[in-house]
């Protein structure tokens, strides 16, 4: 599982990302809400000054949780739940935010005609990590997008630690994995995405308190990452660590901005 000691170290960029978990309206369609998500709502977002990036996470209607069963670990995603998409939001810059507070609005004003619930996660400068796991012209094919739910007794700063020390690194010494990004969040509070007419409840004992995206060459390649030896050494760091794995099926991820221009047409 670890990388030999002569290896190069990975590149790693160290963007501002800040993630929403967002839950589709059940009064109509699935579907029709995530078509209007990823049509009229992604161009206001997209519209967005200061953005790096934009892309649209599609998470599978049905997901269970793509990890194996741990003692003490909750990783069957509860239904209640399981959520329906992620927008994960990149800035050019700290200040950046800032430059699209009239566009944020137009984000608020819409958001009823698709969602139910929304909660932003943000991390502070540096929290998130992409590492340069693809060879040349190597490209995704699956994901698996990955929520960390903290134990308690181990520390805010333990935990950063922990994901950005010893998870990445384990995870990068797979071999397998086409994209590896990570988040750590600020602890969670509702004034920083307090949209009107959108439900924002988020007990405590349900925070989330670290994200990870992988990426597979296919579908194959992820379920044998899931169902494989590596599985089990990366449950044995994680076990001490969280109180829920909650890993989810990816069906699209969908980027709209990208190196800080709008795409004519999203990239998949």
Request: charged share 20%.
């Amino acid at each position: 599982m670890s990388t030999s000691p002569a290896a190069a170290p990975l590149e790693v960029k160290k963007p501002l990302t800040s993630s929403i978990l967002l839950w589709v309206r059940t009064d109509q369609p699935r579907q029709a809400g995530m078509d209007h998500w990823k049509g009229p709502h992604s161009g206001i977002i997209s519209a967005t000054p200061g953005l790096e990036e934009y892309r649209q996470i599609h998470l599978a209607e049905h997901n269970t949780g793509l990890w194996p069963a741990i003692d003490g670990v909750q990783t069957a995603i509860p239904a209640d739940r399981k959520i329906d998409g992620v927008a994960e939001v990149t800035f050019q810059s700290v200040l950046a935010p800032l430059k699209g507070r009239e566009q944020t609005k137009l984000a608020y004003a819409d958001e009823i005609n698709v969602f139910r619930r929304t909660l932003l996660y943000a991390g502070p400068p540096n929290s998130s990590r992409w590492y340069d796991v693809a060879g040349p012209g190597q490209t995704v094919g699956a994901r698996a997008l990955i929520y960390l739910r903290r134990r308690d007794g181990v520390g805010a700063g333990a935990f950063r630690k922990f994901v950005n020390e010893q998870l990445a690194p384990a995870l990068a010494g797979t071999g397998v994995l086409k994209e590896l990004r990570t988040q750590t969040f600020l602890p969670w509070l509702e004034k920083l995405w307090d949209t009107p007419d959108v439900a924002h409840d988020n007990p405590r004992d349900q925070h989330f308190h670290a994200s990870v995206s992988l990426g597979f060459t296919d579908t194959a390649s992820r379920d044998a990452f899931f169902t494989g030896n590596a599985i089990e050494d990366l449950s044995s760091r994680l076990a001490p660590q969280v109180s829920a794995i909650h890993a989810y099926d990816v069906t699209a991820t969908l980027t709209y901005v990208k190196n800080g221009e709008i795409l004519p047409r999203y990239q998949e």
